[in-house]
């Protein structure tokens, strides 16, 4: 690697194993949630026929033929792996955890055999949340996982549920960032998110993101759990574009009853979120977002192999920022985040 090299670490990159996508076409070939967006996505990329399975089921189950020749070819060191959506949260919490499990320990192979190109994001199933402690622990503490992700919303419930709190409780214990990523629109959002393609990342997987986090800020949980950190995708998916308009009407919201809170929202996102650049290349926006939330909060990703590697990697070598903030962006804020090494 030469001197003048900057690491690249792409921190919202997406894989799946045989068995999750097997477990996947089974619940298409039973019809299970035929109304159901999650299912519609699901047999896009599962199902017999879909219209996107030969476009990404194979980059998502290839981890080290062209995934790593794609990478090598944009400059990029390492990703930042994470079971794609919806992960395991579709399935009972038996075959969920069971699954979780599988995923994890694959994860952990893989990084084994390439220490320097990948790290991991652990799976669990919030379905059984005393599990899914036991999960987090195991990934952190035996197979040495960075981090954790989940996919919003589980049986149309989010992580401010008292029930979930466990969860939340050992992620601030571990020292590990919950990274929220998108899934199909909970039933309380999903009405009208069917027509125009709103359905999925065009706009539905923002409204859902956006709508967990506030709710996670409004219901006290970062009062609670003060050092948790959550990692949102898609340039944060938009929520701290809104800090102003939070600040003002959450003060009205706690006079009327709602929780109260220590501080206001802007300052829980910029305590308590980070965010990437996966599949946002906008150059205004990374702006704000560095303004608004600090540099150190703000991460590059590339959301392979949903968006191409190589404008993520032009996106960011062309960003108007200085040479350490552009290696913040690119590798520093990653690796004190999601405990990466650096490279010596």
């Known amino acids: 690697m ?27 070939e039973v019809g299970a949630g035929a109304h159901n967006i999650d299912m519609m996505l699901v047999r896009n990329i599962y199902g017999s026929g879909g219209n996107y399975q030969s476009r990404f089921l194979a980059p998502l189950l290839d981890l080290e033929g062209e995934r790593l020749r794609d990478m090598d070819a944009s400059g990029v060191d390492m990703q930042l792996l994470s079971l794609t959506a919806p992960g395991v949260q579709l399935f009972d919490a038996d075959t969920a955890t069971e ?63 008292p029930k979930y709190w466990p969860v939340l409780e050992a992620a601030e214990a571990l020292n590990r960032c919950i990274y929220i990523h998108p899934r199909g629109p909970s039933d309380m959002l999903s009405g009208p998110m069917r027509d125009y393609g709103m359905f999925a990342a065009l706009w539905a997987y923002g409204v859902e993101v956006s709508t967990h986090a506030v709710r996670l800020i409004l219901s006290g949980v970062f009062d609670r759990y003060p050092k948790l950190k959550i990692c949102l995708g898609h340039m944060g998916e938009a929520v701290h574009f809104w800090s102003w308009r939070l600040d003002f009407m959450s003060a009205r919201a706690q006079m009327a009853g709602a929780p109260k809170l220590s501080l206001k929202p802007s300052e829980y996102l910029r305590r308590n979120f980070a965010i990437t650049t996966s599949g946002q290349e906008s150059p205004l926006a990374l702006d704000f977002s560095i303004r608004q939330l600090g540099i150190d909060n703000v991460l590059w990703a590339i959301d392979y192999p949903y968006q191409p590697t190589a404008p993520a990697v032009a996106f960011m070598d062309g960003v108007q920022v200085s040479d350490a903030e552009r290696h913040q962006l690119y590798h520093g804020n990653a690796e004190r985040l999601f405990h990466i090494p650096p490279l010596t």
């Open 2 to 28: 030469s001197a003048d090299h900057i690491r690249r670490i792409a921190t919202e990159e997406a894989f799946s194993i045989p068995e999750v996508a097997l477990a996947l076409r089974g619940l298409c």
């Open 99 to 161: 699954l979780a499990t599988l995923a994890n320990d694959r994860l952990a192979a893989v990084i084994a055999r390439h220490p320097r190109r990948f790290a991991g994001l652990a799976s669990f199933a919030p379905q059984s949340p005393k599990r899914a402690v036991l999960e987090m622990e195991r990934a952190v503490h035996k197979l040495g996982l960075n981090g954790f992700m989940v996919n919003s919303h589980t049986n149309n419930e989010y992580l401010d549920d």
